[in-house]
């Protein structure tokens, strides 16, 4: 998902911070701007449709506004 995003926001300032979680394995969790958008371990799953790639894109560019 980050290489998608880096590809889609060219030339947008955006950091993305991994986190990661020793023991533990599968944790996927992705936050914008300190808001919850996706949790794998939440029951969303792995980042594996155009529909969980969109919801995650939408909240970048709505956070980049």
């Given at each position: 998902?980050?290489?998608d ?18 023991n ?23 980042v ?18």
């Open positions: 998902i980050q290489q995003l880096e590809d889609e926001f060219q030339g947008e300032k955006f950091v993305f911070d991994l986190e990661a979680t020793p533990v394995s599968g944790k996927l969790e992705v936050f914008v701007n300190g808001t919850l958008v996706h949790s794998r371990k939440g029951g969303e799953g792995y594996d449709t155009a529909v969980k790639k969109k919801k995650i894109s939408d909240a970048v560019a709505k956070a980049l506004k």
